[in-house]
């Protein structure tokens, strides 16, 4: 048994934001050497001169990409990063569902940042009914220096809205940090979730949680979060992946490895 075939026993996932310097092709055969099972893919800015992707829907670059998911036995799962904000508008972002469904994704995720909750939730229904042609579900994110804070207004906002394709999605760094609790976690809602660890007090400010997001993550198990609690939460009922940047001179695939070996060591010791 090959050490990809060992570390893909249990389901878990990478996001794109986890070594974004790799264009898609790339990403795909070191998160697949390293272990995982699937990938999320960064097809639109996070925000204003975020690193992002193109593989438009029915391009050569696309099926390319999908013989090559199959040839690593690998799948896309979700699609990175919309904000719906005051401007935001679902007509708008159609060409990137469509592309997102043509390469095989399953979910779009979005955080909120717009202050104004009726022009926010009458967006997000539109996302969920746009993605809802393309047979996707949205899952809405919380950040601390966005709208949408906590895991609780993330979760009030989902359920509002009321489509059967809206989720919330736990990353572990915006919920611990902005204060949630495993307990208020409603399973029903949340279908997936990102995994990272932190150390030391939650930022105030918001360039600082910024900061700590983008440059200050660490590896599952290396830092204090309560990990193993949602865990033992949600993981037989969401989907689980990792998100840590890589910072410094590390080589990307090396970084993937020991993101998939510590993700799984935690999910290991639940069992």
Known sequence: MTYATQMKDIPVGVAHFSAIQLPPAQFVKDAATAGFNSVGLRLHPAFVGAPYYELPQGSKAASEFRTLLDSEDMKVFDIEFFVIGPDFSAASVE???????????????????????????????????????????????????????????????????????????????????????????????????????????????????????????????????????????????AAISVEVPLVGDVAPLAHLRNLNLKARKILQSGN
């Open 95 to 237: 060409h990137i569902v469509a592309a997102a469904a043509d390469i095989g994704a399953r979910r779009l995720s979005t955080c909120g940042d717009d202050e104004n909750r009726d022009r926010l939730i009458g967006n997000f229904i539109e996302f969920c009914q746009l993605a809802a042609r393309y047979d996707m579900a949205v899952d809405l994110e919380n950040m601390g220096w966005r709208a949408v804070k906590t895991y609780n207004e993330c979760a009030s906002l989902v359920e509002v809205c009321g489509q059967d394709n809206a989720g919330a999605l736990i990353d572990a760094i915006h919920f611990f940090r902005n204060g949630g609790s495993v307990d208020d976690i409603n399973v029903d809602i949340v279908q997936h979730v990102q995994l990272c660890d932190a150390m030391g007090s939650a930022p105030k400010r918001p360039e600082d949680m910024i900061n700590e997001a983008r440059a200050g993550r660490l590896a599952p198990g290396d830092g204090k979060l309560a990990l193993k609690e949602l865990l033992s939460k949600l993981a037989d009922k």
